[in-house]
Nanobody, 120 residues
Framework: QVQLEESGGGLVQAGGSLRLSCAAS????????MGWYRQAPEKQREWVAQ???????SSADSVKGRFAISRDNAKNTVYLQMNSLKPEDTAVYYC??????????????WGQGTQVTVSS
């Protein structure tokens, strides 16, 4: 099993920055692709960015050039550096990760979410 613990959310003014962290713990062989999703009030959860174990990253067009995803494999931790924040970035941000539990078992996990609020 894998537990994901997010941190770093909060309230920031438009144009400001925040850095989210998500640490994976538990019993697993390795952690595969890790990513971030977000869900604004009354909207569907949407993909923000992801990064493979080998460091290949991708992100949604809405955050390109403003958000950067990175990871520390030694710490099983993924980061989301968010710059030039806009009010429309306000959402609960969820960490997602694939945990390799054995040679034949891979499971997908979600964190509890962390609130990011951007004031205008």
């Amino acid at each position: 099993q894998v537990q994901l613990e997010e941190s770093g959310g909060g309230l920031v003014q438009a144009g400001g920055s925040l850095r989210l962290s998500c640490a994976a713990s538990g019993s697993f062989v390795s952690i595969g692709t890790m990513g971030w999703y977000r869900q604004a009030p009354e909207k569907q959860r949407e993909w923000v960015a992801q990064i493979t174990g080998g460091g290949r990253s991708s992100s949604a067009d809405s955050v390109k050039g403003r958000f950067a995803i990175s990871r520390d494999n030694a710490k099983n931790t993924v980061y989301l550096q968010m710059n030039s924040l806009k009010p429309e970035d306000t959402a609960v941000y969820y960490c997602n990760a694939y945990g390799v539990l054995s040679s034949t078992m891979v499971r997908n996990y979600w964190g509890q979410g962390t609130q990011v609020t951007v004031s205008s």
